[in-house]
Each structure stands twice: as C-alpha cells, then as structure tokens.
C-alpha cells in the first residue's frame, strides 16, 4: 500500500535493547522490515528512544519516514519520558502503545524505568510489546483491522488448530478472566491446546462445562500449579519448547506479589523466544486483541 501524509492515527513509543539493534538480521531489522508495508498504511508516529532511532538510520529502515519523534537515549532519560507519554492524558502527547524489544539477559531491562514502562501500560490498558513476536502480529492485527490486506507469510500463525495459549489470572482479576473467555469463547476454544494456573484453569473448565457441557468441557483446559506453587514455569518451559505461543496474564499492578519472580520468568522465557512468543498483560488489551485475532483467522 502506497504511503501516505495523513495524520498519524497511532502514536507508538519504540525502543531496543543493544542486542535487538545492530545486527543485519537483528529483531527491529526484522521487526521494520517485515511489516513494513503496514507501517506505511496505518502511519503510525513513532516515538523512538535515541539508540534506537540511531539504529535505524544506519541500517537505513524506514528511509523518508515522515513521522518520526526522537527522544532521548536511555541514559538520559528516553524511557522515562515514554513512561510519562503513557500516562499523559493529552491527545496530542500520549502514546497508544508500546515497543520496547528486550534482550532477556540485558540489566537495563530490570531497570525501574523499564519495570514502570510496563506497569503503566498495564494500568492504563495500553499494548505493552517486548517481544518480535508480540510486535509483528499487533502491527498486522491493527493494519487487518484497518482495511489492510493480510500478510499471508503469517498464515500459519494464525491456524489456530495448531496453538497453544495459556491463559493465567491473579486473584482479584479472575472474574475478568471468566467474563473476556466468555465472551471471546468461540476464539479460545478454536485453539489446539489451552493451560492455566491453579485456580484459574479450574474456573474455566467449568466455564467451559456450561457451555459445551460437562463432558466436553471438562479438560477445555489444562490445568498446572498454582503461580506461587511453580504453575508460571511449567508454562515457561511450553513457552521454550515453543508448545505454547501466546500468554493472556491478567496482573493486578496495585497489589503485593509474593511471587513476582515467576512471573518475571514466565515473561523472561518469552522474551528469550522473542521471535515466537507474545504475552498480553491486561483486560482492554486483551478483549480487543482477541476480537481482532478472531477476524485475522477468517480473512
């Protein structure tokens, strides 16, 4: 689709990890390159944190790119400033989503700034995408749901006979859960292979049960431990082995997490498949992303 001088309908902070930056094949290069032809049609503002846009133009991505906001390096402050456009409430200022391709094993990735980075997306229902992944289907999901055509070279992606997706909920969110799987059920039921922690999976067995009845239903979905019990890693190695591509968590952020380790290393494993896995932290996310992964796998 041929490009356009239109007014940005998206504003979308970006940032990589070293790692993810500078090499030929590394993930921004794959990353821009590869939904290149959607970027041109959503013309999304991108705003980018100085190391990265310095990537960019010396591997000559997005050459002429009409809308392009450069912040500030790391060190001075460009990811802080994405944290305050993610809360900003003035339309002209606040960004709808966030890219921030981490390295799992970079320190700069547990760095409060980036810890925040996510918790206020999170808390403000806005995509948090730290992986290629997650960032190459939410570009072709928003461009399909725009009007573009779809990417057929991701076609299989979206056969999901062939998918897994653990769905995983803390406590006070669990009744969410329920609500967006019943509303979504169709999608979810069209996976191949469904799991969930603890409490979580025996809730939605039992959704399930009411809705396909009770033989049907009762292994909908594959329960493992709870969170705190160790269910965040048998999920991970899924994750790892590449059994299961997608991660649904719906996190609480206002409230004490004696097990914020696991939950750190189930989102570790999917940034260390960050070219297969994706996870998606919260309820607005969630429910649109689902809407529009329904409409992709019938185009």
């Given at each position: 689709?041929?490009?356009t001088?239109?007014?940005?309908?998206?504003?979308i902070?970006?940032?990589?990890?070293?790692a993810?930056?500078?090499?030929?094949?590394?993930?921004l290069?794959q990353?821009?390159?590869?939904?290149?032809?959607?970027?041109?049609?959503?013309q999304?503002?991108?705003v980018?944190?100085?190391?990265?846009?310095?990537?960019?133009?010396?591997?000559?991505?997005?050459?002429d790119?009409?809308?392009?906001?450069?912040?500030?390096?790391g060190?001075?402050?460009?990811?802080?400033?994405?944290?305050?456009?993610?809360?900003?409430?003035?339309?002209?200022?606040?960004?709808?989503?966030i890219?921030?391709?981490?390295?799992?094993?970079?320190?700069?990735?547990?760095?409060p700034?980036?810890?925040a980075?996510?918790?206020?997306?999170?808390?403000?229902?806005?995509?948090?995408?730290s992986?290629?992944?997650?960032?190459?289907?939410?570009?072709?999901?928003?461009?399909?749901a725009?009007?573009?055509?779809?990417?057929?070279?991701?076609d299989?992606?979206?056969?999901?006979?062939?998918?897994?997706?653990?769905?995983?909920?803390?406590?006070?969110?669990k009744?969410?859960?329920?609500?967006?799987?019943?509303r979504?059920?169709?999608?979810?039921?069209?996976?191949?292979?469904?799991?969930?922690?603890?409490?979580?999976?025996?809730l939605?067995n039992?959704?399930?049960?009411?809705?396909?009845?009770?033989?049907?239903?009762?292994?909908?979905?594959?329960?493992?431990?709870?969170?705190?019990?160790?269910?965040?890693?048998?999920?991970?190695?899924?994750?790892?082995?590449?059994?299961c591509r997608?991660?649904?968590?719906?996190?609480?952020?206002?409230?004490?997490?004696?097990?914020?380790?696991?939950?750190?290393?189930?989102?570790?494993?999917?940034?260390?498949v960050?070219?297969?896995a994706?996870?998606?932290?919260?309820e607005?996310?969630?429910?649109?992303?689902?809407?529009?992964?329904?409409?992709?796998?019938?185009?």
């Amino acid at each position: 689709m041929a490009s356009t001088t239109s007014s940005p309908h998206y504003r979308i902070g970006l940032a990589a990890n070293r790692a993810h930056q500078d090499a030929p094949n590394s993930a921004l290069v794959q990353l821009l390159r590869g939904a290149q032809q959607h970027i041109e049609a959503l013309q999304p503002e991108l705003v980018v944190v100085g190391r990265t846009l310095d990537a960019i133009d010396q591997l000559g991505l997005l050459p002429d790119y009409p809308h392009l906001e450069r912040f500030p390096y790391g060190r001075q402050g460009g990811l802080m400033k994405l944290v305050s456009r993610v809360v900003d409430s003035d339309p002209a200022r606040t960004l709808d989503a966030i890219i921030y391709l981490i390295d799992p094993v970079d320190p700069s990735s547990t760095f409060p700034e980036a810890v925040a980075l996510k918790r206020q997306c999170v808390i403000h229902g806005k995509p948090f995408l730290s992986t290629l992944a997650g960032a190459r289907e939410w570009f072709e999901l928003e461009a399909v749901a725009a009007g573009a055509a779809p990417d057929r070279c991701l076609d299989n992606r979206f056969d999901l006979s062939q998918e897994g997706i653990a769905l995983i909920a803390h406590d006070s969110m669990k009744p969410r859960m329920l609500a967006l799987a019943e509303r979504h059920f169709e999608v979810l039921d069209s996976f191949a292979f469904r799991c969930a922690t603890g409490t979580t999976g025996g809730l939605l067995n039992a959704l399930a049960q009411k809705i396909k009845g009770v033989e049907a239903g009762r292994n909908w979905v594959k329960p493992f431990l709870s969170g705190p019990m160790g269910g965040d890693a048998q999920i991970a190695e899924l994750i790892l082995d590449h059994q299961c591509r997608r991660v649904l968590f719906l996190e609480d952020p206002h409230v004490a997490r004696q097990h914020e380790a696991d939950i750190q290393l189930l989102e570790r494993a999917a940034r260390t498949v960050t070219d297969y896995a994706s996870c998606m932290s919260d309820e607005k996310w969630g429910d649109r992303w689902l809407t529009q992964l329904n409409a992709r796998r019938r185009a």
